[in-house]
């Protein structure tokens, strides 16, 4: 293998990181998108290709930008618990395609240690790092004209500081390595930085990529920090949803959005749903006392905003809407208390909360919509309120 400093030398040669920011941010795509996807207003510094979109093909393709060829592992542990490709199969595919456009590198035939991962493999976390380890050193036997990405996989932090040891001299000083099954905690970037820092302490001259790494990730200083490149793709999602815009646009706008969102205008920025329990300051309109800042698809929003607030609304009573109904000795009601959560079934679903316990196992509802109700719970089923008083909903 050559040595991780001419790699790092000829990466900053010809790798612009035109974004102005760390990491290098490399936009994940189909090979016939590789020559358009990069936008010339916000270009990504590369792309990243799948080894699995390349397997069938038999043309070259055009690339206006430096790309690495991704091993597929996500598609293809999820879908069939094993690699379909052998070592030896990935290595022909590599020097199949090295010469197209610049290719900066490949990355290993690494496993993935998520939970549903393991379920799928019927391995541990254990037998995963070490096939991770044995196909990145067959890969590397083989006189391929590029440089091999090794990854060190995990899910725990602990995990990752055992891999990285397991590794030992295999990898170089200042080796540009993957960080694997870090995907799907872009809602976490405090999980991620954790495991970035935890690599680091023990290499601190490693060069981190973070594989599907998004813009919810990348606003966190300390991940931007930590890396030294990602890749995402999490630009397709919409596409998911039914959006019709085309293609390269789509990938055009989220490159401007992850300028966006590592500038220091991001980190100023107040998200709509913040409260006083994430540091923004404001008080938050809901009960709950902490919000976080989630994106969704637009013509969504509204009706997840309102499935948000249903809930919210039933954690008033730490049992859902059914009261706890156990028989009280000491009084001539069910267990009923005050602030209670009721559901009245008797004409239509209403929810409202108990501000007063009546004599005669009566109780007086305030509805969340309005108007009040004096009734009994029926002790056949607690979610039925009998009108016995006034009702001026």
Wanted: charged letters at 25%; proline letters at 6%; hydrophobic letters at 35%.
């Amino acid at each position: 293998m050559g040595t991780g400093a001419s790699v790092m030398r000829a990466l900053g040669d010809n790798v612009q990181n035109h974004l102005g920011i760390l990491p290098l941010f490399f936009i994940g795509c189909s090979p016939s998108q590789a020559a358009s996807i990069i936008n010339p207003d916000y270009p990504a510094a590369g792309v990243m290709i799948s080894a699995n979109s390349l397997r069938s093909r038999k043309s070259d393709f055009k690339t206006s930008s430096p790309w690495i060829m991704d091993s597929g592992a996500f598609t293809e542990l999820s879908r069939f618990g094993k690699y379909r490709s052998s070592v030896e199969d990935y290595a022909h595919q590599i020097s199949r395609w090295a010469n197209v456009g610049h290719l900066l590198c490949a990355v290993a035939q690494d496993y993935m240690c998520e939970p549903f991962i393991l379920e799928r493999t019927g391995l541990s976390v254990e037998e995963h790092q070490r096939l991770t380890i044995e196909r990145f050193e067959r890969l590397c036997s083989y006189p391929l004209p590029v440089k091999i990405m090794p990854v060190i996989q995990g899910y725990k932090v602990s995990d990752y500081i055992a891999h990285v040891q397991q590794y030992n001299d295999r990898l170089d000083q200042g080796e540009w390595v993957g960080v694997g099954s870090v995907c799907r905690r872009n809602g976490s970037p405090e999980i991620i930085g954790d495991i970035l820092r935890a690599i680091k302490l023990i290499r601190p001259d490693l060069r981190l990529h973070g594989f599907g790494l998004k813009q919810t990730a990348l606003e966190n200083q300390a991940v931007r920090e930590l890396l030294y490149s990602c890749d995402s793709m999490a630009w397709s999602m919409p596409r998911r949803f039914k959006d019709l815009t085309p293609t390269i646009e789509l990938a055009h706008n989220y490159q401007a959005k992850v300028s966006k969102a590592v500038t220091d205008s991001v980190q100023k920025r107040i998200p709509v749903t913040a409260g006083a329990g994430n540091g923004q300051g404001r008080k938050p309109k809901w009960n709950n006392p902490k919000t976080k800042a989630i994106r969704v698809p637009e013509d969504l929003a509204e009706r997840l905003l309102d499935l948000a607030r249903q809930w919210d609304e039933s954690r008033d009573n730490p049992l859902g809407v059914e009261p706890d109904l156990e028989p009280n000795p000491k009084a001539n009601y069910w267990g009923l208390k005050t602030e209670m959560l009721i559901t009245h079934y008797m004409y239509q679903k209403l929810k409202g909360k108990i501000v007063e316990l009546l004599p005669g196992g009566l109780v007086k509802i305030c509805w969340l919509n309005g108007g009040h109700l004096q009734g009994q719970i029926e002790t056949h089923n607690p979610l039925f309120i009998l009108p016995l008083g006034n009702d001026d909903r």
